[in-house]
C-alpha cells in the first residue's frame, strides 16, 4: 500500500508559478512511475505530466515549455513546478503512482495508486 500526499496548491494570479509536491508513504516509491493529472468540475481526468522510475519525462501539450516534473528519490517526492500559469490551468491536481511500470504514462487506468488532490487556482 503507498499512501499519496499532495500539497502546494493555492491560488495564484496569470503569469505566476507554483510547485506542488506528492510525498509518499513509502520507500518503494521510488521504484514506480509517478504522474500528475487534473480534473475541472463536470470534465474528465486529464493527463498532465508524468516521470519514470528512471526519470525520463513525459507531458500534455497543453502543459509543455511551462511545466516540469521531477522527483527526488531519498525524499520519496515528486514534484510539479508549474510556470508561467494560465486561467485554464485551474483544477484539482493528483498525484498518482503506476506500480507495475506500464508505460502508459498518460493513461489514467493504469496508475493505481491516487493521493486527494490539491486545488490550484489561476485568476485572470
Known amino acids: 500500500q503507498v499512501q499519496l500526499v499532495e500539497s502546494g496548491g493555492g491560488l495564484v494570479q496569470a503569469g505566476g508559478s507554483l510547485r506542488l509536491s506528492c510525498a509518499a508513504s513509502?520507500?518503494?516509491?521510488?521504484?514506480?512511475?509517478a504522474g500528475w493529472f487534473r480534473q475541472v468540475p463536470g470534465k474528465e481526468r486529464e493527463f498532465v505530466a508524468a516521470?519514470?522510475?528512471?526519470?525520463?519525462?513525459y507531458y500534455a501539450d497543453s502543459v509543455k515549455g511551462r511545466f516540469t516534473i521531477s522527483r527526488v528519490y531519498a525524499k520519496n517526492t515528486v514534484y510539479l513546478q508549474m510556470n508561467s500559469l494560465k486561467p485554464e490551468d485551474t483544477a484539482v491536481y493528483y498525484c498518482?503512482?503506476?506500480?507495475?511500470?506500464?508505460?502508459?504514462?498518460?493513461?489514467?487506468?493504469?496508475?493505481?495508486?491516487w493521493g486527494q488532490g490539491t486545488q490550484v487556482t489561476v485568476s485572470s
Open positions: 513509502s520507500r518503494t516509491f521510488s521504484s514506480f512511475d
Open positions: 498518482a503512482a503506476d506500480i507495475n511500470l506500464s508505460g502508459s504514462y498518460s493513461y489514467e487506468p493504469a496508475y493505481d495508486y
Open positions: 516521470i519514470s522510475w528512471s526519470g525520463v519525462t
